[in-house]
């Protein structure tokens, strides 16, 4: 089957100074690039002082480059009013962001033309959707949004969401659980549940995956991910002190940034775990990589996950998991591969951590990498995708 030409639009993707920002959306492009041609655009609202600083006389500035192997459309604009005015704001929002999106795909028709639409959140699904009914092309939307399951999607957002997601092909959660989220706001779509990928030239076991303990021997518990309170940090540094007020032998790294940092360190200092728990701010994908080889085991706290991408990121590299028992990750780990406790209860994450220090080296690496890979790698998902993407074009053409 030839190449299809993707065209990849998102809401969110990574920067510079957020480099694991929807880092997902990146993984899913790079996995579907084995099959296809693909092309990503990202429209971004930005603060007036960065256009200045690279088109002095226009609002809005255009980059067309090629990132990690994926040629990447960025058209960031400013629009100081959008945000800040209750419920028109989004609106006017999205009117902006669907005509930058046909300015770029108008401007480039003539080098590529999109056989499919690939949208990532149900914001970007609106733009897909204009934009699919004028290229008359199917449109795919892979949702992540944990607002489904937190139910704060009402009124506005509610009909721009079903706006979104009913005028699609095929919508795509990324779990189960997130399908059911959806479904129960009333949407109704052909929904196909496709998770995240993982790069296996990247997450892998590794020569640094040895059982070498951390600082001073220790072994080494980690966490990343943003640091905000649906990340469940408060549960897990609350765990860490009950754990260190019975045993000594362990440290715990946190890799990420974000708005409750200082609140999180404050707690830290505050519970005496200063020796114990050592933030490490914004990592690399190669950096995280290499962090999780290092690590004994991983954790994830997390109150809300519709997938959780830095479980099966542990995972390929052979590492054991503890994750709380909500959304995606409760279709991730099993038995085999570590343990799910109830969210918000600190006393069971702490019991958890407290048995996997003393049993993580029981699991064994190369199964759990292996099962991540069967599971998650870039070739199975990518074949999954062209299913979909095949569905899809049946589905657009009325093939009976």
Not at 304 to 322: D, N, R, S, W
Request: glycine residues 8%; charged residues 25%; aromatic residues 8%.
């Amino acid at each position: 089957m030839p190449k299809r030409n993707v065209l990849v639009l998102t809401s969110a993707y990574p920067t510079v100074a957020r480099p694991i920002k929807a880092v997902f959306v990146k993984e899913h492009a790079r996995t579907i690039a084995l099959l296809n041609r693909v092309l990503v655009l990202y429209v971004q609202r930005v603060p007036l002082r960065r256009i200045l600083r690279i088109r002095s006389n226009r609002v809005w500035c255009v980059r067309d480059q090629v990132e990690d192997g994926i040629r990447t459309v960025r058209f960031e604009y400013v629009a100081p009013l959008v945000g800040r005015i209750p419920l028109l704001g989004d609106i006017l929002g999205l009117l902006l962001d669907t005509c930058a999106a046909f300015y770029v795909l108008a401007r480039m028709r003539s080098e590529f033309t999109p056989d499919l639409i690939h949208a990532h959140f149900y914001k970007a699904g609106v733009v897909a959707a204009l934009l699919g009914k004028w290229l008359a092309v199917p449109v795919v939307v892979s949702e992540h949004y944990s607002g489904f399951s937190r139910e704060v999607i009402r009124g506005v957002q509610q009909r721009i969401a079903r706006f979104s997601l009913e005028n699609a092909t095929v919508v795509c959660p990324v779990s189960d659980a997130l399908k059911e989220a959806i479904a129960g706001h009333g949407i109704r779509a052909t929904f196909r549940v496709v998770p995240n990928s993982v790069d296996p030239k990247v997450f892998s076991v590794g020569v640094d995956s040895g059982r070498m303990g951390g600082r001073r021997g220790k072994k080494r518990v980690l966490f990343v991910g943003s640091m905000e309170g649906k990340k469940g940090l408060p549960y897990l540094v609350e765990a860490l002190a009950l754990v260190a007020a019975k045993r000594t032998d362990f440290e715990a790294e946190m890799i990420g940034e974000g708005p409750e940092i200082a609140r999180y360190k404050a707690s830290v200092q505050r519970l005496g775990l200063r020796d114990a728990v050592r933030f490490s701010g914004v990592a690399t994908r190669a950096e995280v990589a290499a962090a999780m080889r290092k690590c004994d085991f991983l954790v994830l706290p997390s109150e809300f996950e519709t997938f959780g991408i830095v479980l099966i990121e542990a995972m390929a590299c052979g590492k054991p998991v503890i994750a709380t028992d909500v959304g995606g990750p409760k279709s991730i780990v099993s038995r085999d591969v570590g343990e799910l406790v109830p969210p918000r209860d600190v006393s069971a994450l702490a019991r958890a951590i407290d048995r996997m220090l003393d049993c993580y080296s029981e699991y064994s690496p190369e199964r759990i990498a292996l099962r991540a890979m069967a599971r998650f790698g870039y070739s199975r998902v990518a074949q999954k995708w062209q299913e979909i993407y095949g569905e899809a074009g049946s589905l657009h053409r009325g093939d009976p």
